[in-house]
């Protein structure tokens, strides 16, 4: 008879932590926040219905250095016919050979994260000021051993025509990954981009992608953001998002799960200013056994400004669906205008989705709402495509479909649109 | 074409259709009358093959094939359309979509190649102008924020693309106003030749002023309980459907 002994896995990764030649200062700070929160069991409320930890602790050596990649092209990984400045991360290592910068120096900087925080005043000023290394264990986790990242910079009043295609790739065709990676983003006053974030794992061994960035968009600023969870491997993620707004700026999110083992997206949105606009859409197209769960917060600290969130799933296989979303209402904030809903379709038997709106305000004078919605197609409609002559199995695909691409509406992209549109077509089986 | 025999169907506990016959023949246009709750929708939902009414007797045979045996899209494609009395809502899937679909999975399933997207247009230019509606309103959603005479409108526009052989038209004049049901049936009596037929279903006589039937029948509490011609159909405007009920009592 065997016996297991429990791992103390928050103990084994401070142990086996590597040594850093940038920012050992935070990394020190950021080590004790992680020791102090430890990894987040089954109970903690923030993650009960997402077992990372244990998914780690069956899977995974943490004091084990990933091996080095050899591979030549990304090609396979790139959107088709998408004019994009081009980053590449291969194993949680920048990648100067696969990424290529196409718009000018003047109109953005795109450097290595270690470089920017040994030369870069601006990355430096904004470096770990957002990430919630206080509250979430993996957050600060990634603030103490993070291995690279990328550092994008857009100057006042510019407008950067061709967006950044960021593209982290993890090879685990002969052992596991395990990557920390970064993002700062800084737009200053006026300044306008388009950020697109794609994952891929190659090969069939395990891959564990723990991930932070932040983002600060400054006054008129604008930022097009667009995650693309589309990786087939055995990969389990943790992304923690923190964008910063300011007065009138102007926010687009898009985050599209289609594939994955276990993933876990903590997208905190701060509205630190007036007037601003912020859009948050999501879009998890689940199957097989993916569990994909999507906290996200919407915390307006200042009055007048309008948040909309829009999350929509489906669920087939035996997948599972997590969506939590907290709006916070600060005192002064009044005037505000947020929304929520989240909606889900369940195609399976055995697939299952957990929701829950969390809403707190604390200012009398604002208009708020939230819906959230679980059920099966509706039958109805079901039936009068049907009665006409189309088939079952195309009359769902056309209904989710027309569900599920509802969500597509604010990326203005065209080509990126098309990909995306692509992606949940075939998901969906509408290849009518 | 149609041969109904002896249907009997419930939803639920509740027996609705208490043993129905009907024979339509092709070229023929029969009137189904009664008074609210007699069973008619229910009749029209039964063949169009609505699931959530349980067949519980009796045959109905088209063209020679067991009706009740055949999903929702078979029938379609065998040559049924029934026309909603509630056309469905579809947000994010427009009408021409739809009946490109359609029309090719109908296609397919006899056999025919599918139309490419010139030919279809010129077909759909061609059915618009019959139900008088406007593409700008095909490119849209479904359905949605369709007022009731667009609805109806658009059931007919979708009839004429394909072209059945046995239209049902349930309760298609609930909600409109004089204009446009003198619009939708003129849609239908252009679309009526020798080789196809069509069952009216209506409370009023009213739409059979512009929909002249052939036969018409009285459907209360699930049974057909009087058959004749459009004259009964006026008798009945005229003296309500007390007098059918009465009728039935006393025998």
């Known amino acids: 008879m065997s016996t297991s002994i429990a791992r103390d896995l928050t103990t084994e990764i401070i142990e086996a932590q590597p040594t850093f030649n940038v920012g050992t200062e935070l990394r020190n700070e950021a080590w004790t926040q992680f020791k102090d929160l430890g990894l987040p069991g089954t109970k903690h409320e923030e993650y009960r219905f997402t077992p990372v930890t244990r998914h780690l602790e069956k899977n995974f050596n943490l004091s084990k250095s990933n091996s080095d990649s050899n591979l030549s092209s990304v090609a396979d990984y790139l959107i088709p016919d998408l004019d994009a400045n081009v980053v590449v991360l291969v194993n949680g290592r920048f990648n100067a050979l696969l990424s290529k910068v196409v718009s000018l120096e003047s109109e953005i900087t795109i450097t290595t994260l270690s470089e920017a925080l040994l030369n870069n005043t601006v990355a430096r000023a904004h470096f770990n000021k957002y990430v919630n290394n206080e509250s979430d264990a993996f957050a600060a986790w990634n603030s103490a051993a993070w291995q690279e990242g990328v550092f994008i910079h857009v100057p006042e009043n510019t407008s950067v025509n061709k967006p950044v295609f960021i593209l982290q790739l993890n090879d685990a065709s002969s052992e596991q990954v395990v990557t920390q990676t970064r993002i700062l983003g800084v737009l200053e006053k006026g300044a306008t981009v388009s950020v697109i974030e794609k994952s891929d794992s190659i090969g069939n061994e395990v891959v564990f992608h723990n991930f932070a960035e932040e983002w600060v968009v400054k006054e008129e600023a604008h930022l097009e953001y667009c995650k693309i969870q589309n990786d087939a491997g055995k990969i389990c993620q943790v992304s923690n998002s923190v964008i910063h707004q300011t007065t009138s700026s102007k926010l687009n999110t898009f985050t599209l799960t289609l594939n994955g083992q276990l993933i876990r997206n903590n997208l905190h949105i701060l509205i630190d200013g007036e007037n601003c606009e912020s859009h948050f859409y999501g879009l998890y197209l689940l199957n097989g056994n993916t569990l994909a769960d999507n906290h996200t917060v919407v915390d307006h600290k200042k009055p007048n400004s309008f948040s909309n969130e829009m999350y929509k799933g489906v669920m087939d296989g035996n997948s599972k669906g997590v969506f939590n979303g907290k709006i916070f209402v600060r005192p002064h904030a009044q005037k505000t205008n947020a929304f929520q809903s989240n909606r889900n379709i369940i195609i399976s038997d055995n697939a299952t989705v957990n929701t829950k709106p969390q809403l707190e305000i604390w200012a009398d004078d604002v208009k708020c709402s939230h819906g959230c919605t679980s059920g099966q197609l509706d039958e109805e409609a079901l039936f009068y495509l049907r009665s006409r002559g189309i088939s079952e199995t195309n009359a769902k695909a056309m209904l989710l479909y027309a569900f599920a691409a509802e969500v597509l509406q604010p990326i203005q992209n065209e080509t990126l649109k098309s990909y995306l549109d692509h992606l949940i077509a075939d998901r969906l089986q509408k290849n009518f | ?251």
Do not use: C
């Open chain 2, 1 to 251: 074409m149609l041969s109904i025999k002896n249907l009997q169907a419930k939803i639920g506990e509740k027996q609705i259709l208490n043993g129905i016959d009907l024979k339509v023949n092709a070229g023929e246009v029969h009137a189904i009358m009664g008074p609210n709750g007699s069973g008619k929708s229910t009749l029209a939902s039964v063949l169009a093959g609505r699931e959530e009414y349980e067949v519980s007797g009796g045959e109905v045979d088209f063209l020679g094939k067991d009706l009740l045996e055949l999903s929702p899209e078979d029938r379609a494609r065998e040559g049924i359309f029934m026309a909603f009395q509630y056309p469905v809502e579809i947000p994010g899937v427009s009408t021409i979509n739809f009946m490109k679909t359609a029309l090719n999975q109908i296609r397919e399933y006899r056999g025919q190649q599918a139309l490419d997207a010139v030919s279809f247009l010129q077909l759909m230019k061609e059915k618009m102008k019959l139900v008088e509606i406007d593409q700008s309103l095909l490119n849209r959603s479904l359905n949605e924020g369709f007022s009731g005479g667009e609805k109806k409108r658009n059931e007919i526009f979708q009839m004429a693309m394909l072209e059945p052989k046995l239209a049902i038209l349930d309760e298609t004049d609930s909600g409109l106003d004089i204009d446009a049901l003198r619009i939708v049936a003129n849609g239908v009596n252009k679309l009526r030749n020798k080789n196809n037929a069509t069952i009216v279903v209506t409370h009023y006589q009213r739409l059979l002023d512009y929909i002249v039937p052939d036969y018409v029948h009285v459907l209360y509490k699930g049974k057909i309980v009087k058959s004749g011609t459009k004259e009964l159909a006026l008798e009945l405007e005229a003296k309500g459907y007390d007098w059918i009920k009465s009728e039935v009592t006393v025998a």
